[in-house]
T-cell receptor
Framework: KAGVTQTPRYLIKTRGQQVTLSCSPI?????VSWYQQTPGQGLQFLFE???????NKGNFPGRFSGRQFSNSRSEMNVSTLELGDSALYLC????????????FGPGTRLTVT | QKEVEQDPGPLSVPEGAIVSLNCTYS??????FMWYRQYSRKGPELLMY??SSGNKEDGRFTAQVDKSSKYISLFIRDSQPSDSATYLC????????WGAGTKLIIKP
Protein backbone atom coordinates (compact mmCIF):
# COMPACT_ATOMS: atom_id res chain seq x y z
CA LYS A 1 0.00 0.00 0.00
CA ALA A 2 1.48 3.35 -1.02
CA GLY A 3 2.22 5.82 1.78
CA VAL A 4 1.20 9.44 2.14
CA THR A 5 2.70 11.59 -0.58
CA GLN A 6 3.25 15.32 -0.52
CA THR A 7 4.22 17.68 -3.30
CA PRO A 8 6.34 19.60 -3.74
CA ARG A 9 9.06 18.47 -1.33
CA TYR A 10 10.86 21.81 -1.30
CA LEU A 11 9.67 25.30 -2.06
CA ILE A 12 11.19 28.77 -1.92
CA LYS A 13 8.84 31.73 -2.00
CA THR A 14 9.04 35.48 -1.42
CA ARG A 15 7.19 37.41 1.26
CA GLY A 16 3.72 38.41 0.10
CA GLN A 17 3.33 35.51 -2.32
CA GLN A 18 0.93 32.64 -1.84
CA VAL A 19 1.58 28.91 -1.95
CA THR A 20 -0.42 25.72 -2.39
CA LEU A 21 0.75 22.39 -1.02
CA SER A 22 -0.72 19.04 -1.97
CA CYS A 23 -1.23 15.80 -0.06
CA SER A 24 -2.42 12.38 -1.21
CA PRO A 25 -3.45 10.13 1.69
CA ILE A 26 -3.15 6.39 1.97
CA UNK A 27 -5.85 4.63 -0.04
CA UNK A 28 -8.94 4.18 2.12
CA UNK A 29 -8.03 6.92 4.57
CA UNK A 30 -10.63 9.67 4.63
CA UNK A 31 -9.12 11.88 7.32
CA VAL A 32 -6.29 14.24 6.42
CA SER A 33 -4.56 16.52 8.92
CA TRP A 34 -2.04 19.25 8.30
CA TYR A 35 0.73 20.32 10.66
CA GLN A 36 3.39 22.99 10.76
CA GLN A 37 6.71 21.98 12.29
CA THR A 38 9.41 24.45 13.33
CA PRO A 39 12.42 24.02 15.63
CA GLY A 40 11.06 26.56 18.10
CA GLN A 41 7.37 25.60 18.20
CA GLY A 42 7.45 21.89 17.47
CA LEU A 43 4.52 20.21 15.73
CA GLN A 44 1.50 22.47 15.53
CA PHE A 45 -1.90 21.37 14.28
CA LEU A 46 -3.34 23.42 11.41
CA PHE A 47 -6.56 21.63 10.46
CA GLU A 48 -8.18 18.30 9.77
CA UNK A 49 -10.48 17.33 6.94
CA UNK A 50 -12.81 14.37 6.83
CA UNK A 51 -15.02 13.58 3.85
CA UNK A 52 -14.41 17.03 2.33
CA UNK A 53 -15.41 18.86 5.54
CA UNK A 54 -13.12 20.65 7.95
CA UNK A 55 -13.58 18.79 11.22
CA ASN A 56 -11.03 20.52 13.45
CA LYS A 57 -8.99 23.66 13.23
CA GLY A 58 -5.91 24.82 15.07
CA ASN A 59 -5.00 28.30 16.18
CA PHE A 60 -3.63 29.76 12.96
CA PRO A 61 -4.60 32.96 11.14
CA GLY A 62 -7.04 32.94 8.25
CA ARG A 63 -4.15 33.15 5.78
CA PHE A 64 -3.90 29.39 6.24
CA SER A 65 -6.68 27.48 4.53
CA GLY A 66 -7.29 24.05 3.18
CA ARG A 67 -9.68 21.83 1.33
CA GLN A 68 -10.28 18.20 0.61
CA PHE A 69 -11.52 16.65 -2.58
CA SER A 70 -13.90 13.76 -3.10
CA ASN A 71 -10.96 11.36 -3.59
CA SER A 72 -9.63 12.44 -0.13
CA ARG A 73 -6.67 14.30 -1.61
CA SER A 74 -6.10 17.56 0.21
CA GLU A 75 -4.50 20.90 -0.44
CA MET A 76 -3.48 23.66 1.90
CA ASN A 77 -2.96 27.26 0.89
CA VAL A 78 -1.04 30.03 2.59
CA SER A 79 -1.66 33.52 1.31
CA THR A 80 0.44 36.64 1.88
CA LEU A 81 3.46 34.68 3.03
CA GLU A 82 5.50 35.95 5.98
CA LEU A 83 9.07 35.07 6.95
CA GLY A 84 7.69 33.23 9.98
CA ASP A 85 5.82 30.81 7.71
CA SER A 86 9.11 29.10 6.87
CA ALA A 87 8.64 25.59 8.20
CA LEU A 88 8.16 21.94 7.40
CA TYR A 89 4.52 21.32 6.51
CA LEU A 90 3.40 17.79 7.23
CA CYS A 91 0.30 16.01 6.09
CA UNK A 92 -1.02 12.92 7.85
CA UNK A 93 -3.87 10.56 7.11
CA UNK A 94 -5.71 8.09 9.30
CA UNK A 95 -8.21 5.29 8.87
CA UNK A 96 -11.81 5.70 10.03
CA UNK A 97 -12.05 5.35 13.81
CA UNK A 98 -8.26 5.35 14.23
CA UNK A 99 -7.44 9.03 14.50
CA UNK A 100 -4.74 8.24 17.04
CA UNK A 101 -2.74 6.42 14.36
CA UNK A 102 -1.56 9.07 11.97
CA UNK A 103 0.50 8.19 8.92
CA PHE A 104 2.69 11.08 7.92
CA GLY A 105 4.09 12.09 4.58
CA PRO A 106 7.68 13.30 4.16
CA GLY A 107 6.61 16.93 4.35
CA THR A 108 7.09 20.04 2.25
CA ARG A 109 9.96 22.27 3.32
CA LEU A 110 8.83 25.88 2.70
CA THR A 111 11.35 28.70 2.85
CA VAL A 112 10.09 32.27 2.69
CA THR A 113 12.67 34.93 1.80
CA GLN B 1 0.73 26.23 30.46
CA LYS B 2 0.72 23.77 27.57
CA GLU B 3 -1.62 20.79 27.68
CA VAL B 4 1.32 18.45 27.03
CA GLU B 5 4.84 19.12 28.30
CA GLN B 6 7.90 17.36 26.94
CA ASP B 7 11.55 18.21 27.49
CA PRO B 8 13.07 19.01 24.07
CA GLY B 9 16.52 17.74 25.09
CA PRO B 10 18.82 16.85 23.49
CA LEU B 11 19.31 13.71 25.52
CA SER B 12 22.63 12.02 24.82
CA VAL B 13 23.37 8.51 26.11
CA PRO B 14 25.93 5.79 25.31
CA GLU B 15 24.98 2.79 23.19
CA GLY B 16 23.41 0.00 25.24
CA ALA B 17 21.98 2.31 27.91
CA ILE B 18 18.34 2.30 28.99
CA VAL B 19 16.61 5.45 27.81
CA SER B 20 13.65 7.04 29.56
CA LEU B 21 11.55 9.62 27.72
CA ASN B 22 8.67 11.36 29.46
CA CYS B 23 5.68 13.62 29.00
CA THR B 24 3.30 15.21 31.45
CA TYR B 25 -0.18 16.43 30.65
CA SER B 26 -2.98 18.39 32.25
CA UNK B 27 -6.16 17.15 30.56
CA UNK B 28 -7.61 14.16 32.41
CA UNK B 29 -9.93 13.45 29.45
CA UNK B 30 -7.10 12.03 27.31
CA UNK B 31 -7.71 8.35 26.54
CA UNK B 32 -5.15 7.48 23.86
CA PHE B 33 -1.44 7.98 24.45
CA MET B 34 1.02 7.65 21.58
CA TRP B 35 4.73 7.76 20.95
CA TYR B 36 5.99 8.75 17.53
CA ARG B 37 9.55 8.65 16.25
CA GLN B 38 10.86 11.15 13.71
CA TYR B 39 14.13 10.74 11.88
CA SER B 40 15.80 13.76 10.34
CA ARG B 41 14.12 14.96 7.14
CA LYS B 42 11.23 12.52 7.51
CA GLY B 43 7.70 12.64 8.88
CA PRO B 44 6.91 11.12 12.28
CA GLU B 45 5.95 7.44 12.46
CA LEU B 46 3.86 5.78 15.13
CA LEU B 47 5.94 3.63 17.50
CA MET B 48 3.36 2.59 20.07
CA TYR B 49 0.02 3.57 21.46
CA UNK B 50 -1.74 2.80 24.74
CA UNK B 51 -5.41 3.10 25.52
CA SER B 52 -6.11 4.36 29.04
CA SER B 53 -3.64 3.24 31.72
CA GLY B 54 -1.03 0.55 31.94
CA ASN B 55 2.05 -0.72 30.20
CA LYS B 56 2.68 -1.94 26.69
CA GLU B 57 5.80 -3.68 25.46
CA ASP B 58 7.08 -4.10 21.92
CA GLY B 59 10.56 -5.54 21.60
CA ARG B 60 13.02 -3.12 23.16
CA PHE B 61 10.33 -0.47 23.70
CA THR B 62 7.97 -0.15 26.67
CA ALA B 63 5.28 2.51 27.02
CA GLN B 64 3.82 3.36 30.42
CA VAL B 65 0.82 5.49 31.29
CA ASP B 66 0.11 6.73 34.81
CA LYS B 67 -3.19 8.58 34.63
CA SER B 68 -3.22 9.37 38.35
CA SER B 69 0.00 11.35 37.93
CA LYS B 70 -0.81 12.49 34.37
CA TYR B 71 2.55 11.14 33.27
CA ILE B 72 3.61 8.90 30.39
CA SER B 73 6.96 7.31 29.66
CA LEU B 74 8.74 5.50 26.87
CA PHE B 75 11.61 3.21 27.80
CA ILE B 76 14.15 1.97 25.28
CA ARG B 77 16.32 -0.96 26.35
CA ASP B 78 19.70 -1.76 24.83
CA SER B 79 19.68 1.51 22.91
CA GLN B 80 21.26 1.54 19.45
CA PRO B 81 22.69 4.39 17.34
CA SER B 82 19.76 3.76 14.96
CA ASP B 83 17.43 4.87 17.78
CA SER B 84 18.83 8.40 17.44
CA ALA B 85 15.80 10.47 16.46
CA THR B 86 13.25 12.88 17.86
CA TYR B 87 10.55 11.21 19.94
CA LEU B 88 7.18 12.91 20.16
CA CYS B 89 4.41 12.05 22.56
CA UNK B 90 0.82 12.68 21.56
CA UNK B 91 -2.49 12.33 23.37
CA UNK B 92 -6.06 12.26 22.28
CA UNK B 93 -9.59 12.64 23.43
CA UNK B 94 -11.26 13.94 20.29
CA UNK B 95 -8.19 15.77 18.94
CA UNK B 96 -4.51 14.92 18.96
CA UNK B 97 -2.35 17.11 21.17
CA TRP B 98 1.41 16.87 20.65
CA GLY B 99 4.43 17.29 22.86
CA ALA B 100 7.38 19.34 21.60
CA GLY B 101 9.50 16.23 20.96
CA THR B 102 12.73 15.08 22.65
CA LYS B 103 15.84 14.77 20.53
CA LEU B 104 17.66 11.56 21.46
CA ILE B 105 21.29 10.89 20.56
CA ILE B 106 22.79 7.44 21.07
CA LYS B 107 26.58 7.60 21.05
CA PRO B 108 28.41 4.51 19.68
Amino acid sequence: KAGVTQTPRYLIKTRGQQVTLSCSPISGHRSVSWYQQTPGQGLQFLFEYFSETQRNKGNFPGRFSGRQFSNSRSEMNVSTLELGDSALYLCASSAPGQDYEQYFGPGTRLTVT
Amino acid sequence: QKEVEQDPGPLSVPEGAIVSLNCTYSNSAFQYFMWYRQYSRKGPELLMYTYSSGNKEDGRFTAQVDKSSKYISLFIRDSQPSDSATYLCAMSNYQLIWGAGTKLIIKP
